[in-house]
């Protein structure tokens, strides 16, 4: 690489890094995805010190290598919630509890807990729940039909994951806020390197230590009850699973549950919201699906390419290992990011168009390998649904604004997405 290649990247690195411990800076990242893919699909950013991968090829080698681990990075990001020496008995084993869920486990531990809860996420429970997503729908679409403007971000997109999840797990809609945490927040995950470590701030932090402690406490009453008096829900199907006469812990299951209400809820609320909008800048694709509500599978799969709601999860290397022509040295953190290797263009045609006719269409929003995503099908069918109403029922939407601005957040979604329509009394 020439003097002003090298100058380039490094300029291209410094930026990363600082879009990372502040993502407000740039409303679109892709630019600078690509240029860094193009000239570097491995790269180590010295200042995040860790290696970022934007290639497709290389994230999906690194996602299924056995040589690469969750946990340590998992410590690494979350630790400093509940440091054993500063905080106080209850934070630490609620960070501890939140750290032993499935999605921040390695083998032999993940096998165990994937095999257990995976039943309860299979195609075939979701498809039970459809009739209660269906009618969660019809009911958040009955309440903006009437209403000219709206911001479909706040009345649809957020209320959608927010209710089935209070459904599937039997709790009642009012205790949605004791249930919920800012674990998505991007100012709570650590970043390792000497110029951008930076601690989370102090209000922030007692806050969320607060809201986690908070949800363990409510979970660990409410898998208590299930277990003396089984209901028709989640938390009592996840308190009887049971293979090979191996059961979940108490902390297992609620671990469980804090994970799948967090990932759960900012991944659906940010597919439907940033799938509308992908719609409504691409006319031509929305009156095509509009058209043809066959190819509503293949729209979803699309919207979940070209705008990604997660940045990724990184990993830590567990001995040497070489991805894309880079040796990783043992202990060294690697960040794929989905959201870049989804519009590689060694995959993808024209991958920076949105078209819902798209196959094969092989992302990897919801990684790859042993961390597949377990809530991805429940995803798919809130999105589904959501945007299926709204096609029939909302057909003539149109964006308010000429721009939107994307949350300065560790997850890709926006402030607001505000709406309007031409009501048939108004014309």
Known sequence: MNAGGSAR??????????YFADPSRYQD????YRELREIEPVHWCERYDSWVITGYPEAVELLKHSGVLREPSAEAQFRHLGRRDIDAADTVAAVDIFLAAVINRDPPHHTRLRKLVSRSFSARAIESWRPRI???V??????VEAKSEFDLLRELAYPLPQQVICELLGVPLEDVDAITG???DSRIMTVRGAEHE?????DLRLLTQRQLVRQVEYFRAAIAERRRAPRADLITS??????EGDRLSMDELIGTVIILIGAGHETTANLVANGMLALLRNPDQWALLKAEPSLMPGAIEEILRHETPSRGQSRVARTPIEIGGKRIETGQQVMPLLIAANRDPRVFDDPERFDITRTPNPHITFTAGIHYCLGAVL???????????ICTRLDDLRLAVDEVRWRPSYVRGLESLPVARELVGAR
């Not at 990242?29 to 600078?32: A, D, E, I, R």
């Not at 019809?138 to 309440?143: E, M, P, S």
């Not at 930076?198 to 102090?202: D, G, I, L, W």
């Open 9 to 18: 990247l490094r300029a291209l690195s410094d930026d990363l890094a600082g």
């Open 29 to 32: 990242p892709f630019p600078m």
């Open 134 to 136: 269906d009618a969660i």
């Open 138 to 143: 019809d009911q958040l679409v009955g309440k």
């Open 182 to 184: 800012h674990m998505g």
């Open 198 to 202: 930076r601690s989370t701030p102090e």
């Open 238 to 243: 996840l308190t009887q699973i049971e293979e």
């Open 379 to 389: 995803a798919k069918a809130e999105a589904a649904s959501m945007l299926s109403a």
